[in-house]
């Protein structure tokens, strides 16, 4: 019996997420110092490159029909709305102190989520190396 890859890579993302949080928690570095700005990146990139197959197959909108199917599907929706605002939020002062304009990285995150989030703590943390170099 085969467990369906819809099934695997889910896990496998929890797992990791799991993993990363727990190290970052029990480490005493600051967060932004254990990866480098090519990790988010990188994760953008993959994040993006693995997006294009459900977009192939079900458009750019395809996304909204799984997120009013019900309510659970409602729910899951709402809670992706509030940590991506949350995390903007809390990123928006760092990013002002680099010069770097928000308002095209909220367009960014809204309409890409998490990749567009990925990509503006990349750029974030490679402005922040950079004025301390």
């Not at 990013?95 to 308002?103: I, P, Q, T």
């Amino acid at each position: 019996m085969s467990i369906p890859l819809n099934v695997i890579v889910p896990a496998a993302a929890a797992a990791a997420a799991a993993i990363v949080g727990i190290g970052a928690a029990l480490s005493s570095r600051r967060t932004d110092q254990l990866g480098r700005w090519q990790v988010p990146a990188g994760l953008a990139a993959m994040f993006f490159a693995g997006s294009l197959i459900p977009i192939r197959t079900g458009g750019a909108f395809g996304f909204w029909a799984e997120h009013i199917r019900n309510d659970w599907n409602n729910q899951i929706f709402i809670d992706l709305l509030l940590c991506a605002s949350c995390a903007y939020l809390l990123l928006l002062t760092r990013a002002r102190a680099v010069s770097m304009k928000v308002l095209p990285w909220f367009v960014l995150i809204a309409a890409t989520g998490s990749i567009g989030l990925l990509a503006m703590i990349a750029r974030l943390l490679f402005l922040e190396r950079r004025a301390t170099i």
